[in-house]
């Protein structure tokens, strides 16, 4: 008989809780079974102690097809507690399916837990250096030397249990008797540290022994203290001047006794090989100046100072788990030697443009130096092009020590690179040199695969997989590469929907969208970046949003609901999208949106005509008020639902007033001034096939090219194919000549660029003061190709992916399309192929789930139906006579 299965077990979107930001977790799981029609009817969670086996709660057999965030129903979670969960299932039939593997909760810490209290060493200038310096930790930058930390302590006993509780103000490595503890790099992430700092929990129990041990961290500037931003008259120092430890480590024994062992005074500190790291100047690395058992012998060691106990500035930050995944290192790219560059230096080609670093193994002579220069593509001479990195160095040092073979990574820096300028010490060729380039990203969960039947368009997918990956670091950054790497939001919100595509993003957002609410000004005003202080830090308050840019999390928020079905996330954040539509409201009488619109980006980076910017900011005020009303739709809101109907209605009305002549062209006449208003539904019916039309008219004049920024970007494909012009949308996507996805790819892109025109033949490099070769906007596409092409969409009738839309185009240029997503309902697939006129569809949706079935026009099949229910199927389409 076919079974049904729980798979993918999550606790607040996480497969793994390291620690709950809520007394009332949520529990979610998908399906997955063998037959047709198969749908949960009854459910049973067990919450129970790791080791000993207590029972938190269970639930017993619940009636309820739901799976997604079931909150916790059971007794008080302790805190500093390990527990393990597991779900069971019954089926349409009443019968039990199988039992979920268990999944481990981590309770964390609450507030009057904490005994730790903030350590550093002690206070000297900004740089972190002694005066006079002129020893190995002067550089011209004033970057801050790595600041060792340990304590030494005694253990009756091998604990039967053994909890690390860690953060810091700045980034940290911990140590626990010499061993590494987790595989997390750039922890903690990034936050407001003047508001909030996650804490990362770890189980260390196989590394405390009885006796003696000793406890230790390394720490970083990070984003606390180091450089991040573009803003040279305030580069660093942007939270304070220096970084510091919060620990606690839980020791738990066999008798029932317990110990903590803290940060505190009784701590020591010394500086190290580390001589400097910073994000955007690199890392240097004297191995010479290497502590021997810095993290292993007991006891007090001489030539370490006390550490000083201090509460940071302007106050303590308060304290929160980790909502998202940690950052890990997620791929290892050999590196290849290429040739040598004019200078002498050894050039290296990963084959792809990464954000990380390298790993270095070498033999060399004590004091040899080696110097790791990165850079995304090379000049026409084949020298390292980095003249687009500002004043990002993108350097790394290693000195050898000369014991022999060394191998030598970064720690507390990355850089955006494809290419390595190698310059060795005389006598070392690259060929007795292993280089590996290692790539970092927030570790999202990969949810979709898929793969068609062209090149170009497989490789653009890679392109916008490359670029998310590497961007998507604690929070969705620009790029990974230049003196900026801020969290920018209309880049996200474009983007957002291809992002759920390739991972994970439920816990992600959870994380982020609390940044932005942190830069919410107290008149309502959502900011351009989150976290905010880097871009402006003369500002007392942050700086408050453009449109599309303040409008990002609503427009997200919604995308998050589709996607996810997380009532709670709009409940929560609800109040603060109402502040923002309060705050562009007030200013806006007349329903244009000429005002409270600050740095109005428009269309950024859009070429050809620019795009009216009132014309886009009214556009977007009519998408989140659209987007509000359905908001207060889904949360019962009735009133509210309403009134933000009658808002949305008042806009369009202005806007076709002010914008729209009687032929159906729109002030501005250009690409992006058609698409919002398509897409955003502000044209009158009668008007939209003039509007299509004329939208068809100026890409043709444009020689069959987009004109599209990052706004428009995300529209062009979708509407055409919603409006009649399927074809043409495909044309967009396979052309190869500028402007265009293709041309990129023509020139070698492994990502995606930030400008259509980041070089060209003609003119070669574009303006070295805003050129990204790694900037995931413009592979908005991407949600078009999996929703359009490959057919897999949400519905918005029931989100969370219990409803679904299967509306695949197929086309005979594309040939074929396999695709495969891992929605949190469960698997869905839609594999298609052509032949001639037929096409062989096999689609699958996920037990419990729904899919409605919306053919291209044209297409027919015997087998069609226009809804079908939980399984797999074979469907065979032709096209009908007059197709």
């Not at 990203?441 to 997918?461: A, F, K, R, S, Y």
């Not at 869905?828 to 001639?836: A, I, L, N, R, Y």
Request: glycine share 8%; hydrophobic share 40%; net charge negative.
């Amino acid at each position: 008989m076919p079974q049904l299965r729980p798979i993918d077990l999550r606790c607040e979107h996480l497969a793994t809780a390291h620690g709950l930001n809520s007394p009332i977790p949520r529990f979610g799981w998908g399906l997955e079974g063998d037959g047709q029609n198969q749908r949960q009817t009854a459910y049973r969670i067990v919450v129970a102690e790791t080791g000993n086996g207590r029972i938190f709660w269970d639930s017993g057999k619940i009636l309820s097809n739901n799976t997604q965030l079931v909150p916790y129903a059971g007794e008080p979670l302790s805190s500093d507690a390990v527990l393990d969960w597991t779900v069971q299932v019954w089926d349409e039939a009443d019968r039990l399916g199988a039992t979920a593997s268990p999944a481990r909760i981590f309770t964390g810490l609450k507030s009057d837990d904490w005994q730790a209290e903030w350590i550093a060493r002690y206070f000297v200038l900004p740089a972190g250096r002694e005066v006079p310096a002129d020893n190995a930790y002067d550089n011209r930058w004033q970057a801050r030397p790595a600041d060792y930390l340990r304590r030494s302590f005694a253990s009756a006993d091998s604990p039967v249990r053994a909890t690390l509780y860690v953060t810091a103000l700045g980034l940290y490595e911990a140590y626990l008797n010499g061993q590494r503890i987790g595989d997390h790099v750039i922890a903690p992430g990034w936050t407001d540290y003047h508001r909030r700092v996650e804490y990362q929990v770890h189980d260390v129990t196989a590394l405390v022994q009885a006796g003696d041990n000793v406890l230790g961290a390394i720490l970083g500037e990070g984003w606390y203290s180091g450089r991040v931003g573009h803003n040279q008259r305030r580069a660093g120092n942007h939270y304070g001047g220096r970084p510091a430890l919060f620990c606690q480590l839980h020791l738990h024994y066999a008798d029932g006794s317990n110990m903590i062992v803290a940060s505190d005074e009784h701590w020591q500190t010394r500086q190290g090989p580390i001589c400097y790291s910073d994000f955007l100047m690199g890392e240097m690395y004297d191995a010479r100046l290497e502590l021997q058992d810095w993290a292993t012998a007991p006891g007090v060691q001489v030539g370490w100072q006390p550490a000083e106990v201090f509460t940071p500035d302007p106050r303590a930050p308060k304290l929160d788990a980790a909502r998202a995944q940690p950052a890990r290192e997620v791929a290892r790219l050999p590196a290849q030697f290429s040739h040598l560059a004019t200078n002498g230096a050894a050039i290296f080609d990963l084959g792809q443009n990464i954000a990380g670093y390298c790993e270095l193994t070498v033999e060399a002579s004590a004091g040899a130096r080696f110097t790791l220069r990165h850079g995304e593509v090379l000049d026409g001479d084949g020298e390292l092009y980095v003249a687009n990195l500002r004043h990002a160095v993108a350097t790394d040092i290693f000195i050898a020590a000369g014991n022999g073979e060394e191998t030598f990574k970064p720690r507390f820096t990355f850089h955006g690179f494809r290419y390595v300028e190698l310059t060795l010490p005389e006598g070392v060729s690259p060929e007795a040199i292993t280089l590996t380039g290692i790539a970092i990203q927030t570790d999202t969960p990969i949810t979709g695969e898929i793969e068609t039947g062209h090149p170009l368009v497989n490789q653009l997918l890679s392109n916008i997989f490359w670029s998310q990956r590497d961007n998507f670091l604690s929070v969705p950054t620009d790029c990974p590469q230049r003196d900026e790497r801020y969290g920018w939001s209309a880049d996200a919100q474009v983007f957002w929907k291809t992002a759920g595509y390739f991972a994970d993003v439920s816990a992600f957002l959870t994380k982020w969208m609390l940044d932005l609410e942190d830069g919410q000004s107290p008149d309502g005003a959502f900011p351009d970046v989150a976290p905010t202080k880097p871009l402006n830090p003369y500002r007392l308050t942050p700086q408050p949003g453009a449109p599309a840019w303040g409008d990002a999390p609503i427009i997200m928020a919604w995308d998050h609901w589709l996607r996810y079905g997380d009532r709670d996330f709009l409940v929560r954040f609800y109040p603060s999208f109402q502040a923002w539509m309060e705050h562009i409201g007030r200013p806006n009488p007349d329903f244009i949106r000429r005002n409270a619109v600050y740095n109005n980006y428009g269309d950024w980076l859009s070429v050809g005509p620019a795009s009216d910017r009132t014309l886009v900011a009214t556009a977007y005020w009519h998408r989140v008020a659209d987007l509000m009303a359905r908001m207060a739709n889904a949360l019962g809101h009735a009133t509210d639902s309403a009134a933000y109907n009658q808002l949305a209605r008042s806009i369009a009305r202005a806007f076709c007033a002010e914008y729209l002549d009687q032929s159906g062209r729109l002030t501005g006449d250009t690409q992006t001034a058609y698409l919002l208003a398509l897409d955003f539904n502000l044209l009158p019916e009668a008007m939209r096939p003039a509007a299509t039309k004329r939208l068809v008219e100026l890409i043709d004049a444009a020689g069959g090219h987009l004109q599209t920024g990052f706004l428009g970007v995300r529209h062009i494909c979708p509407v055409l194919s919603e409006n009649g012009a399927a074809d043409l949308a495909v044309d967009l996507l396979l052309k190869d000549t500028y402007p265009s996805w293709g041309f990129s790819i023509r020139q070698g892109a492994t990502t995606i660029w930030e400008r259509w025109d980041g070089w060209t033949p003609d003119k070669g490099f574009q303006s070295v003061n805003m050129n990204s070769f790694n900037h995931y906007a413009y592979g908005a596409v991407g949600e078009w190709i999996w929703s359009r092409i490959a057919g897999i969409d949400w519905c918005e009738q029931g989100p969370g992916y219990r409803e679904l839309r299967l509306r695949p185009l197929f086309d005979s240029r594309i040939g074929h399309c396999r695709a495969s997503y891992r929605a949190h309902t469960g698997i869905v697939s839609s594999h298609w192929v052509m032949h001639g006129d037929t096409v062989e569809w096999r689609v699958s949706i996920p037990p419990n789930c729904a899919a409605v079935i919306e053919l291209p026009p044209g297409w027919l099949s015997k087998e069609h139906s226009d809804r079908l229910g939980a399984g797999t199927y074979d469907l065979r389409l032709c096209k009908s006579a007059n197709g």
